[in-house]
């Protein structure tokens, strides 16, 4: 992955859309989206490394299943986020709102096996 790649192409972008903005406005709100999803896209594919990393590490500790829970989360929460950050680019600050909020009530409802062995481990320690 190279950030410099990233900088050149996002101010590119930015001032091809600042033009762009002052031709057709209705076009530079949809151009910025589909720079944010491109630069989002190649970031993902840049983390891949580091993702095997950390599943193998994972997998020889045997905490496979935490980890696909923590990836689980952190991919959920990216795209929320940037879902969320697109949306408020294009002047929809109600509707990134409810983007986020879906995103953590996923992230709840995929944590909940987890809280069941929280609360077996706690309820064998009392009883």
């Known amino acids: 992955m190279n950030v410099y790649a990233v900088c050149g192409f996002a101010v590119a972008s930015a001032c091809i859309i600042a033009l762009l903005r002052q031709i057709r406005p209705e076009l530079a709100t949809i151009s910025v989206a589909l720079v944010g999803v491109l630069i989002f896209i190649y970031l993902l594919n840049g983390l891949s490394p580091f993702v095997a990393f950390l599943k193998n590490t994972a997998m020889e500790t045997g905490n496979g299943g935490y980890f696909a829970l923590m990836l689980k989360s952190l991919a959920i929460s990216l795209c929320c986020r940037v879902s969320a950050d697109v949306c408020r680019d294009c002047g929809e600050s109600s509707l990134a709102s409810r983007v986020e909020l879906a995103g953590k009530v996923s992230i709840v409802i995929i944590s909940i096996p987890v809280v069941e062995q929280l ?6 320690m009392l009883g």
């Open 119 to 124: 609360f077996g481990i706690a309820k064998d």
